[in-house]
Structures are given as C-alpha cells and as structure tokens.
C-alpha cells in the first residue's frame, strides 16, 4: 500500500515537473516577445487599473481636503439622485441615439470602403485613394470641429452657399438647430475615422485565398457575386470581432468632440452621459456625482460587451473570449 502511494505521489511530482519545464521552456522560446508586452502591461497597470481605485468617489461624500480614504460613505445617494432627477431620460436617450447612430451608419462604413479598395485595379489610384482616405485621421479634433463650423456657417459655409445658390434655400444655422446635431456628428466621425478603419479589413482580405476568386469566375460569378460570395466570408471573423468590440464602446461617443461642438442651444439632443459627467463633475466640481454617473456608463459599457460576445459566440463561432 506504501509502495503504490509513494508511486503516485512520484508521478505527479513528474508531471509538475515536466508541466514546470515545459513553462519555463515557452518563457526562453517566446522571452522577446514577452519583453514586448511589459511597455503594455505597464500602461494599462498605471493609467487602467490603479485610477480604478477612485471608484469609491462615487459612494462617498468626496471631499478634496479629506481624500478618498477619510471621506464619509454615502451609499448610492448619488446614483438615485440622478435617476431621480429631470436629466436622466435624456442623457441616456441622446447617448444610446448617437451611440446607434455611429453604430449603424459608422460600423458598415469601412467595410463597404475597404471592399470598394479590393476591387480597385489600377496600383497608383488605389494608394492615392487609401492616403486620402487616411488623412482626416491624422488631423486634430479640434481642427476637424473648426471645419465643420466653418462649412455649415450660414453666412459663409460652403454648404449654406450651395444650398441658396442652387436650391433657393434661405441660410440654416445648423450648429445652432438641435435637430441636425445628431447627422452632423455622425458624418464627421464617420469622415474622420472611414479610411483608418478600413485598413483592418484590407489586411484581411489580402489573406483570402485568390483562388477562390477563380474559382467563382469559373463559375459564372461577376465581380458583385465574387463580392458576396468570397469576400464577406473572409471578412466574417473580423467584422464580428470588431462588432463585439464596438458595442462594448457605444456608451463612449467621444464626449470631447462633442464638448468642442456643442452649444446651450443644442443640449436636447448633444448632451450625453460623458458630457454631463464633465459639466457636472469637473465644471461644477460635483465630483462625487459625476464619478456615479460615470460608473453607470461604465457599467452599461461592459453589460453590452459581455451579451455582444456571447451573442457572437453563439451565432458565429467567433468572440474575444
């Protein structure tokens, strides 16, 4: 009996051991690229993971003379005093509209663009066009926002211009009319960002088998047929895991444009949980309400992301986890 204990007990300190091996053998086999990782690891340590802390702000009376620590607990006074209040329903409506907004007009964009790219056959055209499409990424926000003022002013904008000139219609000042802001933003981003996105998508289309291709045109496919058939399969994959992704941010809807184009005026349809959390937090120094509010946002955030992914899962075989 001694014997066959002391001869299990001996192979499972033999498998530990080959288990520890073979870690440490994949640790000196993959060290480069471990390296890679810390710079990461490190940022998401300092700037992710250690601000978490200042969650307690939004269940105490914070207070900046007491610090986090010393400052008494309120509980979830503040969370009910906003739902409780006159601004709740339409912070949360205007967020989840923009949200939608960016998320069905935003989300298809660069996929229609980059398989527009894929069928383009003159070399020189083709990267000519995917620079320009690139660019407005490279610009500023504000610099962005300046443009857009700047097109849809009703004195001087281009497009007042052209709608006097070839319509007869009288100036609109679109900034100010709160009705367009929400069509206004969703363009810019979708300008902004279009040809950054894509490029994703183009990545994985290089990697569609090519003889698949043939193998369609043999059969009597035409370029749209090819298109269906081949090319969105092979962009699959990719397209739900950037959907999953993206649902998991429709609550971010990029409270600092926003700031930087909004005005009194138009707070009915611009003004969102994240530019509430600013005005109300930081503006008005209300910072243990705005850290509530800004947890709610957070919380919705991974409550979308979660039934996103396992809705992917489920459909497509595809998730992030």
């Known amino acids: 009996m001694n014997q066959t204990v002391v001869k299990d007990i001996r192979e499972i300190e033999h ?4 288990r520890e091996s073979k870690l440490i053998t ?19 340590l300092i700037f992710k993971y250690i601000p978490m802390y200042g969650i307690l702000i939004a269940f105490k009376n914070y207070s900046i003379f007491k610090g986090i620590a010393d400052s008494p607990w309120v509980g979830f006074r503040y969370f009910i005093d906003f739902f409780q209040g006159p601004d709740a329903f339409k912070l949360i409506t205007n967020t989840l509209l923009i949200s939608f907004y960016r998320l069905f007009f935003g989300f298809p964009a660069p996929i229609l663009l980059a398989l527009a790219f894929n069928e383009l056959r003159g070399k020189y055209f083709k990267r000519f066009s995917q620079t320009i499409s690139f660019l407005p990424h490279f610009i500023s926000s504000v610099v962005i926002v ?12 281009i497009i007042n211009t052209l709608l006097s000139k070839v319509f007869g ?39 569609v088998n090519t003889e698949l291709y043939e193998a369609a045109a043999m059969d009597g496919a035409n370029r749209l047929r090819q ?32 700031i930087l184009m909004y005005n009194p005026a138009i ?9 509430y959390v600013y005005r109300r937090g930081l503006v008005g120094a209300d910072y243990s309400f705005g850290a509530a509010v800004d947890l709610f946002n957070s919380a919705i955030g991974i409550i979308l992301i979660v039934g996103a992914n396992r809705l992917g899962k489920k459909l497509t075989d595809t998730s992030l986890w």
């Open 267 to 275: 707070y009915d349809t611009a003004d969102v949980l994240s530019t």
């Open 26 to 44: 994949r640790i000196m086999r993959d060290r480069y690229l471990l390296l890679m990782l810390i710079p990461g690891l490190v940022y998401f």
């Open 169 to 207: 219609i009288e100036p609109i000042s679109f900034m100010t009319e709160p009705r367009y802001f929400r069509t206004i933003f969703t363009t810019m981003q979708i300008w902004k960002e279009i040809g950054w996105s894509s490029i994703i998508y183009l990545a994985a289309l290089s990697g």
């Open 227 to 258: 298109t269906w058939h081949v090319s969105l399969p092979g962009l699959l994959p990719t397209i739900v895991i950037l959907l999953i992704l993206t649902i998991g941010n429709l609550m971010d809807v990029g409270a600092s444009t926003i």
């Open 146 to 157: 300046g443009l857009v003022v700047s097109f849809l002013s009703p004195e001087t904008g």
């Open 15 to 18: 498998k530990q051991w080959r």
